[in-house]
């Protein structure tokens, strides 16, 4: 058996596309989506990550605007800048990329971004409702896991998912979205991490795995039972002196290995990482509609 690559980059496409009538129907009502990326210090990933956030909205029409501060900026600051962002009407979605420099509480600037402009998902008003099934907004790597598996033919109802990997970020709440009685979920969920006793018999009896741990190439083979569907959500660099840059990118899978035995896999590059974009944008569309929901309709 060899594997069914899942083309992450296919699948944000498609979405990509789902969102241009939205997107117009804004623009008729005289409003265009926005996205604000508040980004702190020069982190190399975080940077490319902004990069690519922004190019994304400017192919889709969007507006989008990267505010950059110091390294040393003071939390008071951030969230003075934050709190300017919130008031701005034009300036519909509001991320804080992450990591953030140890003198600024991430709970401090995550709850510091209004819950209608939260479109990472962040917000503990917003982590709320989706607990209880009333999502304003879906965390866009959960989603797009989520996303990955319904459009490539491989619904989670009924399945046993094991996710490896705890994160606010990820772990948490893909399990949140996935434990749900709705559709693209009622699944049956465990959670495995580091304090995970015999983490490899939970894998082994897993129909889907999804691997967010940030360890590279954790999941072996021997992990994983003949037939499973395999979501890689890591992102990692690792030496290659082969490799241009002498790194290349790998994820939490060893996916060479692991095609072998799977029903399905997501590749790294190219699966779960076009598929947070996408996820992004759908939720600043979506918070676009509810600012102009709000609003009322535009004046003749």
Known sequence: MVAEIIDGKKIAGEIRTGLKPRLAKLADAGNVAGLAAVLVGENAASQLYVKM???????????????????????????????????????????????????IRV??????????????????VNVGLMLI??????????????ELLMRSGNDPSGKHVVILGRSNIVGKPLAALLMQKA?????????????????????????????????????????????????????????????????????????DAVKQKAKAISPVPGGVGPMTIAMLLSNTVSAGEIASKAAGPAPP
């Open 183 to 255: 559709p693209g979920a009622n699944a049956t969920v465990t959670i495995a991490h580091t304090a995970t006793k015999e983490i490899a018999a939970h894998t082994r009896r897993a129909d889907i795995l999804a691997a967010a741990m940030g360890s590279p190439r954790f999941l072996k083979a021997d992990m994983v039972r003949d037939g499973a569907v395999v979501i890689d959500v890591g992102i990692n660099r690792v030496p290659d002196p082969t490799a241009k840059g002498g790194y290349r990118t790998v994820g939490d899978v060893d996916f």
């Open 53 to 103: 956030k922004s190019k994304a909205s400017e192919e889709m029409g969007m507006a989008h605007w990267t505010i950059q501060l110091p390294e040393d900026v003071s939390e008071a600051r951030l969230l003075q800048e934050i709190g300017r962002l919130n008031s701005d009407p034009k300036v519909h979605g509001i991320l804080v990329q992450q990591p953030l420099p140890s003198q």
């Open 107 to 124: 709970e401090a600037a995550v709850a510091a971004v209004s819950p209608l402009k939260d479109v990472d998902c962040f917000h503990p």
């Open 133 to 146: 099934g009333r999502p304003r907004f879906a965390p866009a790597t959960p989603s797009g896991v989520v």
